[in-house]
Every structure is written in structure tokens, then in C-alpha cells.
């Protein structure tokens, strides 16, 4: 099975950015809609952001103009670049394929941790 892993996350302040990276082990972009989710200490998953297999975005309200989506097909790789963070975003980050309603093709990585503090 394919198996995902993130990496970028860190301790950045208000208004700072990131950009989190997604690797995959084998070649799937080009087949599935892929995604960005977080979770917060006592809070459910939610997504972030989505790109379809032809590129196409879709970003929860809460992220729009602030973050962006993006992914390189031939590295196996999708990031998100995150700007204008706040304190709300701090949460663990996680990248899956989704299909369906909640549901995953793939297990969860480790995910990595995104901390907005002053």
C-alpha cells in the first residue's frame, strides 16, 4: 500500500508561514482527488483543503486566501502553503486520499505538527 508522509510543520508566530509537504511512496496524484486535514487537541479531523487528480482546489472557509494547494505529479509530492497563520491553526496536520463520505484509501501518516503562538 502507499504510504504517506508529512513534513514541514513548526513553531512560527501570528501571521507567519509554513509550507507542508506530502510524500507519497508510489504514484497516486495523477489517479485520486488528494487531501490536506488537521486535527486540535479535542477536536475532530476537519478538512483544510483538496486538489482533484486534474488540479483542481477546494479549501474550507476558515483557510481560503490564506492558504493554497498545490501538488508535483512526476514527485510524488503535495503541499500546502500556509500564510497569514493565527493560533486556530495550530493543530497536527495529515494528508489522505478521500473518497466517499469520510472515508480514506490510505492509512494516516504521522502526521506533523503546526504550532501558532507568540
Known amino acids: 500500500q502507499v504510504r504517506l508522509v508529512e513534513s514541514g510543520g513548526g513553531l512560527v508566530q501570528p501571521g507567519g508561514s509554513l509550507r507542508l509537504s506530502c510524500a507519497a511512496s508510489g504514484s497516486i496524484f495523477r489517479a485520486y482527488t488528494m487531501g490536506w486535514y488537521r486535527q486540535a487537541p479535542g477536536k475532530e479531523r476537519e478538512m483544510v483543503a483538496q486538489?482533484?487528480?486534474?488540479?483542481?482546489?477546494n479549501y474550507a472557509d476558515s483557510v481560503k486566501g490564506r492558504f493554497a494547494i498545490s501538488k508535483d505529479n512526476a514527485k510524488n509530492t503535495m503541499y500546502l502553503q500556509m500564510n497569514g497563520l493565527k493560533p486556530e491553526d495550530t493543530a497536527v496536520y495529515y494528508c489522505?486520499?478521500?473518497?466517499?463520505?469520510?472515508?480514506?484509501?490510505?492509512?494516516w501518516g504521522q502526521g506533523t505538527q503546526v504550532t501558532v503562538s507568540s
Open positions: 486538489i482533484s487528480s486534474g488540479g483542481t482546489p
Open positions: 489522505n486520499a478521500p473518497y466517499g463520505t469520510n472515508r480514506y484509501r490510505l492509512d
